[in-house]
Every structure is written in structure tokens, then in C-alpha cells.
């Protein structure tokens, strides 16, 4: 099974690019409003000249070894030297020696340059012209979906072979691994089956969906079809009237229920907020 996917197929064509003049403080205006780190710099006459990344600006923004100190001379050469290079233009600090990106190039090519640059962001050029940029995570996306095709291309049977193939390789498989408390708590959990990006699928609908238990990492649900493990879902439930909370989960386990037609799946939460997981925990203590 070979890649066949080009630069063109995942780049970000509607780039925002700076002139060779723009100054540093001009830089950290457009990176607060677009909420970048990187952009492609170009002439007068919109040719590729080089890439401004955030590090380039904070290490500008720190003065020469011999005035770092802690006296207060030392200080306050810092921050003159600091307040002086918000006028440095983009061009005296911005990396020329880049490799630039061929918008027909293969990804996985791409992600080799991007890893052996250490960059977060590549330009992609063609004829001296920025028509687009290549990040890493766009990379990262794009083979994650190749080789983990979205749940609803895969029948359950097919994922249960998968499951019963691994389990010896799976030291967890078919053990309960239980971090927090649960509690029996009775809710309509609302879900809907997502893509490998964690983005519902336009064609599966939302189902109601009710809670057997509930812990702080997870939950029981009691449904009406089959979810095969590693299933992704996404969740939305109520703690309360004024407390939603919204999260892409995964299924760990799913059996048939005593209840004909039911099933039992074990959710698990695949991020959770510090906050979010407290509250959780609050809401179960005085359940």
C-alpha cells in the first residue's frame, strides 16, 4: 500500500507573507492577530527570500552574552537592547538557506525535510512564487489518516479480527485497568462516531446513548449497536443544567448487556482538562 499524496493535496494555499522591511514589532503584531509563527518573507516584487520563525525573533530580542548579568547595569542594558530591535527589519535576522518545498513533491519526503530542518513550517515555491506552506502537523495528518482510514471504512467484524489478532501483543486486553472511581450515575450521553481527526463523519448521525457509571477518566454506556474497540467517538453529556462537557473518547471494550438488543461499552476519555476532571469528580461526590 503506497502513498500517493502530494504537497499540493494538503499545503495551506492561502498564506500570509511579510516584506523584507518588516520590522520585528510589525512581526509580533501579524503573529498576535493571525495566530502564526511563521512566515514566509518576500521582496518588493513578491519573490521568496526566506522564512521568519518565532525563535529568530526571541533570540533577537535577547542582547549579546557580555551584557546578560544580574546587576542592574546588566538589566538595564537588556532591556535597552531589547527595546531597540522591535525596529530590526525581518531581513537581518529571517533564515535564507531554506529548503524550499516543489508543490508536486510526495509527503513522506516532506516530512523527512521538515524533521532533518527542524522546522514547524516549510514554504512551498514554485518559479521564485509562495503558493502555499507545509507544516509538520499537516504531514503528520495526512499519513495518520492513510494508515488509520476512518472507523466507518472498517466493518466490525474486521475490527474484532483486528482486536482478537493483537490481544496477546495488548498486556491490558480484556482486564479492567480502572484509574478513578466510577459511580452508578443514569444520563443521556449524546455521541457520534469521528474520523481519525477526531471530526464527526458527515454521514453518521448522533445517538443517544445512556451511562451505566461514570469516573472522572471515563464511562460505561449502555447502547443500541455494536462499537467495536478503538472505535472514536465524540461525547457530549450533562453534569449539570449549566455544566456540558464535550470530548473526543475511545471504546475499550463493548459486550452484550442481560438486556436483549444492549450493549455495554467502556468509554475512555482521550483528553480531559485538570479542571474538567475535577469537576467530574466533584459532581460523583455529592451524587
Known amino acids: 500500500m503506497s502513498i500517493e499524496i502530494k504537497v499540493q493535496d494538503i499545503m495551506e494555499s492561502d498564506v500570509i507573507t511579510v516584506r523584507t522591511e518588516t520590522t520585528v514589532k510589525e512581526v509580533y503584531a501579524l503573529m498576535s492577530q493571525y495566530g502564526l509563527g511563521d512566515f514566509p518573507v518576500i521582496d518588493i516584487n513578491n519573490k521568496f527570500k526566506g522564512m521568519i520563525y518565532e525563535e529568530h525573533l526571541l533570540?533577537?530580542?535577547?542582547?549579546?552574552?557580555?551584557?546578560?548579568?544580574?546587576?542592574?547595569?546588566?538589566?538595564?542594558?537588556?532591556?535597552?537592547?531589547?527595546?531597540k530591535s522591535r525596529y530590526t527589519?525581518?531581513?537581518?535576522?529571517?533564515?535564507?538557506?531554506?529548503?524550499?518545498?516543489?508543490?508536486?513533491?510526495?509527503?513522506?519526503?516532506?516530512?523527512?525535510?521538515?524533521?532533518?530542518?527542524?522546522?514547524?513550517?516549510?514554504?512551498?515555491?514554485?518559479?521564485?512564487?509562495?503558493?502555499?506552506?507545509v507544516s509538520q502537523t499537516q504531514v503528520f495528518k495526512a499519513l495518520m489518516e492513510f494508515y488509520f482510514p476512518t472507523v466507518s471504512s472498517v466493518t466490525a467484524a474486521e475490527m474484532m479480527d483486528y482486536v482478537a489478532g493483537n490481544e496477546d501483543r495488548n498486556p491490558h486486553s480484556g482486564k479492567d485497568q480502572r484509574l478513578f472511581h466510577?459511580?452508578?450515575?443514569?444520563?443521556?450521553?449524546?455521541?457520534?462516531?469521528?474520523?481519525?481527526?477526531?471530526?464527526?463523519l458527515g454521514e453518521n448521525k448522533g445517538q443517544i446513548a445512556h451511562s451505566v457509571n461514570v469516573s472522572a477518566g471515563g464511562m460505561l454506556l449502555a447502547t443500541r449497536e455494536e462499537l467495536p474497540r478503538h472505535t472514536l467517538l465524540e461525547l457530549a453529556f450533562d453534569l449539570s443544567r449549566k455544566e456540558t462537557i464535550k470530548r473526543l473518547a475511545r471504546v475499550v471494550r463493548c459486550r452484550s448487556s442481560i438486556e436483549r438488543g444492549v450493549y455495554h461499552a467502556g468509554i475512555m476519555f482521550l483528553a480531559m482538562s485538570t479542571e474538567e476532571r475535577i469537576r467530574i469528580e466533584k459532581y460523583l461526590s455529592i451524587i
Do not use: F
Open 59 to 83: 533570540k533577537h530580542l535577547y542582547p549579546k552574552k557580555e551584557l546578560m548579568s544580574d546587576s542592574l547595569m546588566g538589566l538595564l542594558d537588556m532591556q535597552a537592547a531589547t527595546s
Open 89 to 133: 527589519m525581518v531581513s537581518e535576522i529571517m533564515a535564507t538557506e531554506i529548503d524550499v518545498i516543489p508543490h508536486d513533491q510526495d509527503i513522506l519526503l516532506v516530512g523527512a525535510k521538515l524533521l532533518t530542518a527542524k522546522a514547524r513550517v516549510l514554504p512551498v515555491v514554485q518559479i521564485e512564487r509562495v503558493v502555499g506552506t
Open 182 to 200: 466510577r459511580m452508578p450515575v443514569k444520563m443521556d450521553v449524546a455521541y457520534r462516531i469521528a474520523d481519525t481527526s477526531g471530526r464527526p
